[in-house]
């Protein structure tokens, strides 16, 4: 016969499932004990590794080792490392992905998770996984000054919008001395498909469609960012291809060479592309790399100063720099190639690493 302590225990870790957060309360009912004799038996299959917990004492929330789709908190305080979290929490049922899809996986937590600790500037962060047939979600969330608003603060720009098009870009960081701002770049480009919801601007990058998008979602009462990164098991994409790609591999590490810039990203309200400061606010921090490539998708046209400007003017300043366009319509190429110094050479096709 069962003991009365495998009793309780059996009955954890039978509706932990069920009730994640209020597993104490419900144990202590169905079984006329008090929450501290609750709170040792949990704490057994804690240490057995039977269970996980995540938040603090009075809102703890627990997790059967095993099971997929979690919703992790955690406080933002000195020792907390994304590589200890990764390990004790989510390691065990991400090691039997794919090694592709393992590898970005990791990579990506790591990248997202570490920015939430040392930019967020906030108290908490959450992660929260979200299992399907045949992809997975993961998701992380900080309450702290939203990655929109703390770009814009440090660039002084007149909208928020602009700090989309400049993160886009890489190698930008708010913490130089500490981060280079490749690590979102990159994953921003590795998971199928990549999101930054904050303060009520959605910016995806959606790389089974090579396509972007920056739209106004209704605000909701929560503060800081959420990322939001998607991916099939069957991806064919790789971490290592992906690094390649955009990277020269002269030194020991490959060094991030290549940007491509979704012109699109560029527009506020009803603007067009037309203008020379509209061209620099596209060019800003471009002088840090190698390769340029211009994506004009969904752009109708552009106007002569505005051309001028990229592929004259820069060109002129920066000959070093290749430029490229890319997703070009016909109206935009007769425009760009009217502007191309004899020097230039032909546009050539678009940028992918897959």
Partial sequence: MASRAQEIRSYLLENIPRHP??????????????????????????????????????????????????????????????????????????????????EICAYGFAEIFNNALTHSEGKGVVVKTVWKKDSLELNIIDDGIGIFRKIQNALDLADEREGVLHLSKGKFTTDPERHSGEGLFFTSRVFDVFGLFSEGLFYC????????????RKRDKSKGTKVSMAIRFDTKRTLGDVVNFFSRTESELP?????????????????????????????????????????????????????????????????????????????VRFMIEKSLPDSFGPLTGAVSPV
Avoid: C
């Fill in 205 to 216: 990058k959606d790389n089974l469609q090579d396509d972007w998008f920056l739209e106004r």
């Fill in 21 to 102: 957060k209020d597993i104490v309360a419900i144990t202590s009912e169905a079984f006329a004990v008090t929450r501290m004799t609750v709170h040792r038996h949990l704490d057994r299959l804690l240490k057995d590794k039977k269970i996980i917990r995540t938040g603090t004492t009075r809102g703890a929330t627990y997790f059967l080792k095993n099971s997929l789709d979690k919703t992790l908190i955690f406080e933002i305080q000195p020792g907390l490392k994304e590589d200890a979290v990764w390990q004790e929490y989510l390691q065990d049922e991400f090691s039997g992905l794919p090694d592709p899809v393992l």
């Fill in 255 to 331: 060094l991030l060479d290549t940007t491509e810039i979704r012109v699109q990203l560029s527009k506020l309200e009803e603007e067009h592309y037309v203008s020379r400061s509209q061209a620099k606010r596209v060019l800003l921090g471009v002088e840090k790399f190698r390769r340029v490539v211009l994506d004009f998708k969904h752009v109708a046209t552009v106007g002569q100063a505005f051309v001028d400007e990229v592929f004259r003017v820069f060109k002129s300043s920066h000959p070093e720099i290749e430029v490229d366009s890319v997703n070009a319509n016909e109206n």
